[in-house]
């Protein structure tokens, strides 16, 4: 069974880098099947994808957020992580790392992780 | 960018058939799937590939995209198919996109 597990702050001030680490545990990031996703939710709103990455470390960023995101890949440590630069309040949100299967369909998500964007 | 259109609210009496739209433009020449979000857990995908469930999921779940539309179909509904449920795009352009959600009320 995969499970996958977000880990970093729960707060960031404003104007600062956001920086998050999903580890991957009953899988490997290796596998040429999947690609590997973070996805966001405001409170009350739905979800929203930010970007995803392929065991080559080839990335997709949505276009809104392509000018502050960077998704990396460990192989070594099985993890990918997500870097959001330049945040702010808009920027809050429960963040989940997911697994993309065919690089699409996320069927497996981490429990996600409440980021607070505040000073 | 793209939009997917779903209406906020839907309700079904318990055995009853619910379906639950998505709308974007030339949808249907898209993938298409589906997640089911109780509070304060994460989605869980119902349908990917328009129509195909993953395991696990009842056979009460089905999905169809044509046209204009997706839509998720939920035969004999049950109390705990209580949830939102959001539809997911994916183009080589648009890359993931989601609706903005469906509050599914089981009366």
């Known amino acids: 069974q995969v499970q996958l597990q977000e880990s970093g702050p729960g707060l960031v001030k404003p104007s600062q880098t956001l920086s998050l680490t999903c580890t991957v545990s009953?899988?490997?990031?290796?596998?040429?099947?999947?690609?590997w996703s973070w996805i966001r939710q405001p409170a009350g709103k739905g979800p929203e994808w930010i970007g995803r990455?392929?065991?080559?470390?080839?990335?997709n960023y949505n276009p809104s957020l392509k000018s502050r995101v960077t998704i990396s890949v460990d192989t070594s440590k099985n993890q990918f992580s997500l870097k959001l630069s330049s945040v702010t309040a808009a920027d809050t949100a429960v963040y989940f790392c997911?697994?993309?299967?065919?690089?699409?369909?996320?069927?497996?998500w981490g429990q996600g992780i409440l980021v607070t964007v505040s000073s | 960018s793209y939009d997917l259109t779903q209406p906020p609210s839907v309700s079904v009496s318990p055995g009853q058939t619910a379906s639950i739209t998505c709308s974007g433009d030339k949808l249907g020449d898209k993938f298409t799937c589906w997640y089911q979000q109780k509070p304060g857990q994460s989605p869980v995908l119902v349908i990917y590939q328009d129509s195909n469930r993953p395991s696990g999921i009842p056979e009460r779940f089905s999905g169809s995209n044509s046209g204009n539309t997706a839509t998720l179909t939920i035969s004999g509904t049950q109390a705990m198919d209580e949830a939102d449920y959001y539809c997911?795009?994916?183009?080589?352009?648009?890359?993931?996109?989601f609706g903005g959600g469906t509050k599914l009320t089981v009366l």
């Open positions: 997911q795009a994916w183009d080589s352009s648009t890359y993931v996109v």
């Open positions: 990455i392929y065991t080559s470390g080839s990335t």
């Open positions: 009953g899988g490997s990031v290796s596998s040429g099947s999947y690609y």
């Open positions: 997911a697994r993309a299967l065919s690089g699409i369909y996320h069927d497996y």
